[in-house]
């Protein structure tokens, strides 16, 4: 594809509920990687896949907190029992490997996650 | 782990003026990369500058990974150039992405 691509791009919900955001990275593109972004501040890192190799989870916040990659493409980051706090802009971002870390990170234009 | 920090954290430019950001690190990287957040969110990509020196247009970049630091340059600022510039550096040849806090820039007209 042209770019990552997420959905939905806004998302209002109840406390409580479970949420599900979609990442489709771009095609090729072997790594991913979720980032989450509050108000004014910087990058925080969430979770990590690379190929079939085990995730790097060591970024998530909680055991609410989890995140699926099916088919080495389209990855879905999920939260349960949501609370206030976790309201932030969530940015996934993808790039090609089998060249160590040395590629470019493109990120999607992120979900705008409001809890209430 | 390490750490990344930006500076300064705040710059207010006239248009037309030239300006230069600084990332520093704390240990060695095998990957830097400097972003543009524009003011609608959107991360663009500047640069992929682990070492030596990259200009387009405008905006050069200088990593100098033995001295741990790197620096953007931009030239004839423009209002367009506003926005958030983060650095983000890989390490020990993992793959997670560390960003430092980002400079604000406004670039007033």
């Known amino acids: 594809g042209a770019g990552v691509s997420q959905s939905p791009s806004n998302k209002v919900t109840e406390k409580g509920k479970d949420v599900e955001l979609r990442c489709d990275p771009i095609?090729?593109?072997?790594?991913l990687y979720w980032y989450r972004q509050s108000l004014g501040q910087g990058l925080e890192f969430l979770i990590y896949?690379?190929?079939?190799?085990?995730?790097?989870k060591s970024g998530l916040p909680s055991d609410r907190f989890s995140a699926e990659r099916t088919g080495g493409s389209v990855s879905t980051l999920t939260i349960q029992r949501t609370q206030q706090e976790d309201s932030a802009v969530y940015l996934c971002?993808?790039?090609?490997?089998?060249?160590?870390?040395?590629?470019?990170?493109?990120f999607g234009n992120g979900t705008r996650l409001t809890v209430t | 782990g390490i750490q990344v920090e930006q500076s300064p954290p705040d710059l207010i430019l006239q248009e037309g003026a030239n300006s230069t950001l600084r990332c520093n690190f704390s240990?060695?990287?095998?990957?830097l990369q400097w972003f543009h957040q524009n003011p609608w969110g959107q991360l663009i990509n500047l640069f992929y500058?682990?070492?030596g020196t990259k200009q387009n247009g405008r905006l050069s970049a200088t990593t100098v990974a033995t001295e741990r630091y790197s620096l953007l340059y931009i030239s004839s600022s423009q209002t367009t150039d506003s926005g958030v510039y983060f650095c983000?550096?890989?390490?020990?040849?993992?793959?997670?992405?560390?960003f430092g806090q980002g400079t604000e820039l406004s670039v007033k007209p």
């Open positions: 095609s090729g593109h072997t790594a």
């Open positions: 240990d060695s990287v095998n990957n």
């Open positions: 983000a550096v890989n390490y020990n040849q993992g793959g997670k992405l560390i």
């Open positions: 971002a993808s790039r090609q490997s089998g060249q160590g870390a040395g590629s470019p990170l493109h």
């Open positions: 896949f690379q190929g079939n190799s085990a995730p790097d």
């Open positions: 500058i682990p070492s």
